[in-house]
């Protein structure tokens, strides 16, 4: 009982994380319909930043916990806004693999870029978080995974209200089922587009620093592997589709934490991508997905 | 109002309209008939910037707006409901008609554009919350023009709405277009393939044929006009 207790934890903890990324992924693919590959650098980018600000903080602070993940959500959402307006921007209307391909090397480059800047050695995360463990009835919680799922729980309220209850939220919505539409009530779909990719890309950031917490050694490719799994979390949950998203990483997380703690754990990347392609099988547009009707 | 002069615009090699030129002047209800793939709804689109002209200009209120986004189009004070409707089918009609003012700052404004339209279409009111993509034909029709009409329009371009709408419905909706241009002063430009009705409550009529204005005048003489009896008006 305990040790599912704290493969549930874990399993949380990561499938938190994964939310974080996917958000992102299947709120661009709302708006514009492609995968914006060079998410899971901005990923990256924000454990970068949080590494950086967390280096200048006082160590083992709940304020510096909170003043890094500023930092890093605030560096994202601008390197996203960046992203979006200089490279994607320009390409818009074209056909959808240009922007895919483009996606793609935007991805590389961030990824090569960091190599350059950073070095390619692994660092060590500081310990920005008070390192606490609490036990108990052999229940080994750490702060680290505490703070993981609160802090990912909260982003994911604030986000909920931001898409449902605010204005531009609802434009988002708008834009997401028909952009036209959304113009023709007035609705400049450049500002809702920015809006989407800073708010997609805050979350990635938060979810590079809450993961460099966890696994606390960043280099400038560790965004791809969980970068890939969040994606896949996003297709599973349904593509372009915000709860589904959060309920495919939870999924996913949970998972592959469970097959890591048992036998097959060597295998654990296999089966959870089984896992995806059975659900998929049954339900081709995803857990929450469904097929959008074609626009006019 | 509107000044449409020799618009051209293709879609890719196909080109959907050769040299369209029409005028709507303040406060008039003016019609635009025409058999399917006439080019009736690429003109609207093209005025209100969906669609760019290869050639041609639209002057809205005095200003060329040939280039301009279609936001900004829409700030000027011009409002379209599109073909199909074009409702935000997974918001709740609440949403719809909040996005529909989107533009406005003035809180009082807003909730005075939204009792106009629940005064005439009372059924928005009460499906306030209800998801819009769950209302009947009819219904989605209304919300589409009250969702235009809470943007505090000037002018306002309707794209058959009487398609796909049962059929009681369809003279209360006229009605109402009647009644949002003399209570507002909006003026408008409505296409129809019920040319009948469309010739009814217009005073000045196109009739458009393979992106050419074929025929045009004064509503009450085309309804007479033996050309247009046998092609659009059912003998
Ligand atoms: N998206 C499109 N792509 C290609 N051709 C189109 C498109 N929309 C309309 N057309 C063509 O343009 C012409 C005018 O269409 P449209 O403006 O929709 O006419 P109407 O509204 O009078 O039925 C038609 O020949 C139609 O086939
Ligand atoms: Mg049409």
């Known amino acids: 009982m305990t040790e599912f207790l704290q493969q549930l934890l874990n399993g949380l903890s990561l499938g938190a994380i994964y939310a974080l990324i996917a958000l992102g992924y299947t709120m661009v693919y709302g708006v514009l319909r492609f995968i914006n590959f060079a998410h899971s650098d901005v990923f990256m980018v924000g454990a970068f930043i949080g590494y950086f600000a967390g280096q200048r903080l006082p160590h083992d602070s709940v304020l510096s916990g909170f003043a890094t993940l500023a930092a890093a959500m605030a560096g994202c959402a601008v390197l996203g806004i960046l992203i979006e307006r200089v490279v994607y921007r320009p390409l818009r209307g074209g056909p959808t693999l240009n922007v895919l391909i483009t996606a793609i090397g935007m991805s590389l480059f961030l990824e090569y870029t960091g190599q350059l800047v950073f070095g390619a050695t692994p660092r060590p995360f500081p310990s920005i978080i008070p390192a606490r463990i609490i036990s108990i009835h052999g229940l080994v919680i750490s702060m680290n995974q505490v703070i993981v799922i609160v802090v990912a729980a909260l982003l994911m309220v604030a986000l909920e209200l931001a898409v449902y209850r605010t204005k531009i939220g609802t434009a988002m919505r708008a834009v997401a089922l028909n952009p036209k539409a959304a113009q023709l009530v007035g609705i400049n779909i450049d500002v809702v587009i920015s809006f989407t990719f800073g708010l997609g890309s805050a979350l990635a950031g938060a979810g590079g620093v809450l993961y460099a917490l966890n696994y606390p050694s960043i280099d400038p490719l560790m965004g791809v592997v969980p970068g890939l799994k969040a994606f896949v979390a996003a297709v599973l949950g349904g593509v372009g589709n915000i709860p589904g998203a959060a309920l495919g990483a939870l999924i996913l997380g949970m998972t592959e934490t469970f097959i890591d703690g048992s036998r097959w754990s060597t295998y654990k990347d296999a089966i959870a991508f089984a896992v995806l392609i059975g659900i998929l099988l049954f339900r081709p547009a995803g857990l929450l997905g469904r097929y959008a009707t074609e626009k006019v | ?235």
């Open chain 2, 1 to 235: 109002m509107l000044e449409v002069s020799n618009l051209f615009v293709s879609y890719g090699a196909i080109a959907a309209l050769r040299g369209i030129s029409l005028r709507v002047e303040k406060g008039a209800i003016v019609t635009l008939i025409g058999g399917n793939g006439a080019g009736k709804t690429t003109t609207l689109r093209t005025v209100s910037g969906l669609h760019r002209p290869l050639g041609g200009t639209v002057r809205f209120l005095g200003e060329d707006i040939t280039h301009v986004p279609v936001h900004k189009i829409v700030a000027r004070g011009l409002g379209h409901v599109p073909e199909g409707r074009m409702i935000f089918s997974n918001l709740t009609v609440d949403e719809n008609l909040a996005m529909g003012a989107y533009l406005l700052k003035d809180k009082a404004a807003i909730a005075r554009n939204r009792d106009y339209v629940f005064g005439i279409f009372p059924r928005l009111k009460e499906r306030l919350r209800q998801t819009a993509g769950t209302l009947s034909g009819g219904e989605q029709q209304m919300l589409a023009i009250g969702r235009a009409l809470m943007g505090d329009p000037k002018f306002l371009m309707l794209d058959e709405p009487s398609l796909g709408i049962a059929p009681r419905l369809i003279s209360t909706i006229f009605e109402k277009i009647i009644e949002i241009n003399r209570d507002r002063g909006i003026a408008i430009l409505l296409v129809e393939q019920n040319a009948n009705l469309a010739l009814e409550i217009s005073s000045y009529a196109y009739v458009m044929e393979t992106g050419h204005v074929t025929v045009e005048g004064r509503s009450e003489e085309l309804r007479d006009n033996p050309q247009l009896k046998a092609a659009y008006l059912g003998g």
